[in-house]
C-alpha cells in the first residue's frame, strides 16, 4: 500500500485531527531550529575536538559549515545540493557518510526536504540519522521523523516516536513540548487513554512548562 493511501480524506478529519494537525505543522519549523542552533555548536566541536576528527572529516566538517549556512538562510536547495564551490548536505553524506560530519549531514538533509514540503524523502534521511547520547539533538531529531511521520497520515508511527523522543528528552525543556504533540496525535486516533498519560506526565513533571499552562483542558477533554 502506497504512503497516499494511508492519509484520511479531509472530510473525514475532524475539529481534533484538525488541531493536531495545525499544532504540527507550526511546531516542525520550531523544532527544526532547535536542531540547526544546536548542531551549530556540535559542528565547532567536531572540528576542534581530535577524538571525533577522522583524516576525511575534517573536510566533512568545512563544507558541512557553509551548507549549514544556506540552512540558517532558508537557502535549502544549496543547502542539500551545494553552492557550486561547496559539498551540500547530500553529497557530503554520500562522500563521508561514515563520520560524524556525514551522520550530521543526514539529519539537516532531512531538515532540508521536511522544510520544502518533501515528507518522503525527510523520511528516508531522518530515518537514516544515527542517534547519539545527547540530550537535545537525537532527541529533537526523533520529534522531527514523528512531524514528517504525521504529515504522511502515519498517524500511529507518529505518535510512537514523538512519545519515544519526549521519553529521551526526560527532564530538558523539549520533552513537554514532545508529549504534547504525542498526546494529541493519540487523541486523534481515539486512544485517549495513552492521550491522558501523555497530558498528565506534563502536568505533573514538567509544571513551569508552557505546554503546563492549559493542560488541564486537554486533560478534561480526554476523561
Given amino acids: 500500500m502506497s504512503k497516499k493511501n494511508n492519509v484520511a480524506p479531509v472530510n473525514e478529519i475532524d475539529e481534533t485531527v484538525k488541531a493536531s494537525t495545525g499544532f504540527i505543522e507550526k511546531h516542525l519549523k520550531t523544532v527544526a531550529a532547535v536542531i540547526g542552533g544546536v548542531l551549530a555548536v556540535i559542528i565547532i566541536c567536531l572540528v576542534v575536538n581530535q577524538y571525533y576528527i577522522q583524516p576525511n572529516n575534517a573536510e566533512a566538517a568545512d563544507n558541512i559549515a557553509v551548507a549549514q549556512q544556506h540552512f540558517q538562510q532558508g537557502m535549502y536547495e544549496q543547502a542539500l545540493n551545494g553552492d557550486g564551490t561547496n559539498l551540500g548536505f547530500l553529497q557530503i553524506n554520500e562522500q563521508y557518510g561514515g563520520t560524524p560530519s556525514g ?21 528516508k534521511y531522518l530515518e537514516d540519522y544515527d542517534l547519539c547520547d545527547d540530550q537535545m539533538v537525537s532527541n529533537a531529531a526523533l520529534s522531527a521523523l514523528g512531524n514528517v511521520y504525521a504529515q504522511l497520515g502515519q498517524n500511529e508511527k507518529a505518535a510512537a516516536t514523538l512519545l519515544k523522543a ?6 530538558t525543556t523539549l520533552a513537554p513540548l514532545f508529549y504534547l504533540q504525542a498526546g494529541q496525535i493519540y487523541e486523534a486516533l481515539g486512544n485517549n487513554s495513552e492521550a491522558l498519560e501523555c497530558y498528565e506526565t506534563i502536568k505533573n513533571e514538567y509544571p513551569k512548562s508552557v505546554q503546563r499552562q492549559d493542560i488541564d483542558k486537554y486533560i478534561e477533554r480526554v476523561k
Fill in 103 to 123: 551522520n550530521i549531514a543526514r539529519l539537516y538533509a532531512g531538515l532540508c526536504y521536511a522544510h520544502t514540503d518533501r515528507a518522503e524523502e525527510a523520511v
Fill in 166 to 171: 519526549a521519553k529521551r528528552a526526560n527532564g
